[in-house]
């Protein structure tokens, strides 16, 4: 974008390529660089719901040169929000993207979903770089791979998690909802007949995660397991055919929340809600709900919040 060679109007008939030179989105200014990733009209409130001030960004008089570098001394400010300081790219990059879908074709993208995809890419993002971390940090009393992390401030993180016995043994599944202070909120544990195979049985825990959180009234929420193969498939709406009736459910109640997000952490730092799906097995009754913590988690739950 600062070196001018994005395909915008602008760069393109600057190279003797004859093209609109209009916005195809508000079809009133020159579709420069600036104009249709801060400036245009249909794009400043991208960036108001993303959360970021539009004086300068939305600002058609200041240079990119300018908004550039006020994202960047953004994404080095160590006192802002994780999310926050990776957020700005994402967002950048999927207007590109819905520009290109409009261009291209002829599909536009709502406002409030490109934020929503923006703020899934940077999840998902920060995710792959603490999965990093915990790879160059295996040595150590202990390492990240070890701990529960919590979500950004105005999330809520809803582990689940299924113990999962084959045949028609019961099996038992479970979620724990924690804020970003990790203060558990509420969790849940169940028996169920066991599923075919360990992938049906953590989509069962998955949907029951989805609609106890949605049930509860929480609207921003980090789903997380421990079974990446899950994970991938959610993320990529994977059409398994074993899995579809699973995943179609999935996908149905991921409209009822404001904003979602599905990511992978390892069994180490799942042992909450892995400790809750094998209690389920061995509890008296067919399943149990809490609005606090239960006495025999207390421990975990305390581990997890000291890091």
């Excluded at 929340?257 to 892995?274: G, I, K, L």
């Excluded at 067919?286 to 997890?304: A, G, I, K, R």
Aim: overall charge positive.
């Amino acid at each position: 974008m600062a070196s001018k060679a994005i395909g915008v109007a602008e760069n393109l008939r600057r190279r003797n390529i004859n093209i609109n030179p209009y916005c195809s989105s508000c079809c009133l200014g020159l579709e420069t660089s600036d104009h249709i990733l801060f400036s245009c009209p249909n794009i400043i409130p991208v960036w108001r719901s993303a959360g970021f001030p539009t004086s300068l960004l939305g600002d058609p008089t200041s240079s990119v040169e300018d908004k550039l570098r006020y994202l960047i001394r953004l994404h080095h400010d160590t006192k802002a929000e994780p999310i926050k300081r990776f957020l700005p790219f994402w967002v950048l990059w999927r207007l590109w993207k819905s520009r290109n879908d409009l261009v291209f074709n002829k599909k536009t993208t709502r406002q409030e979903d490109l934020v929503k995809l923006a703020i899934n890419d940077t999840i998902e993002w920060m995710t792959c770089l603490n999965l990093t971390e915990e790879y160059r940090n295996t040595t150590g009393a202990q390492s990240r791979r070890d701990t529960w992390t919590k979500p950004p401030p105005g999330w809520i993180k809803c582990n689940y998690d299924a113990s999962h016995i084959e045949g028609n043994n019961i099996s038992g599944l479970s979620w724990i909802i924690r804020d970003s202070n990790g203060f558990l909120l509420h969790c849940g544990m169940g028996k169920f007949q066991g599923r075919t195979t360990i992938e049906e049985s953590e989509c069962t825990a998955l949907i029951w995660a989805i609609q106890s959180t949605r049930g509860l009234g929480y609207r921003k929420v980090i789903f997380e397991g421990d079974n990446i193969n899950i994970t991938q498939q959610v993320n990529n709406r994977s059409s398994k055919l074993r899995l579809k009736h699973y995943l179609d459910t999935i996908e149905g109640w991921k409209a009822d929340f404001e904003t979602v997000a599905f990511s992978f952490r390892h069994r180490e730092q799942n042992h909450c809600a892995d400790k809750l799906a094998k209690q389920a097995i061995v509890s008296l009754n067919d399943y149990d709900l809490y609005h606090s913590c239960p006495f025999f988690l207390q421990q975990f739950v305390n581990n997890d919040t000291m890091f």
